[in-house]
């Protein structure tokens, strides 16, 4: 079944975060769909490719721990820092550079516990398969 394809600034969320964020892709495989750089499942690196999604709520980040302790148990949100895995759920045909594209309904996890999905793909008309 195709889904829509993942490009720059695709709108994603984390399940831990407070805001969402936009998708950067560098145009590094010279790919363009509907005039913005294609995603592939690589474009996760943290900070590059996923920016910070406002603030952390997930105990399993370690500085949200600390801040919730000092606070005497109430839940205290700190900066996001992703760090993410690369995605998985993307297109099973269509390759970009040799890596699968970027999709709808693709995820990543974070190390600190957190669950990111693409809200929006960035791509209105070009389907993957």
Known sequence: MSKPAATSTALMLCSFGV???????????????????A???TDSAPMLNVPPFGMCTSLANPTVAAATAAAM???????????????VNGATQTLIGGKP????????????????QILNPGSMTTLEG
Do not use: D, H
């Not at 805001?19 to 750089?37: F, M, Q, R, W, Y």
């Not at 148990?73 to 995605?87: E, F, H, N, Q, S």
């Not at 594209?101 to 990111?116: E, F, H, P």
């Open 39 to 41: 995603a592939t499942i």
């Open 73 to 87: 148990g109430v839940l205290t949100p700190m900066p996001c820092i992703p760090a993410t895995t690369p995605w």
């Open 19 to 37: 805001a969402p964020a936009s998708l950067n892709v560098l145009p590094t495989s010279g790919v363009l769909i509907e005039g913005k750089p």
């Open 101 to 116: 594209a970027l999709t709808l309904g693709a995820q990543c996890t974070c190390a600190n516990g957190g669950v990111i």
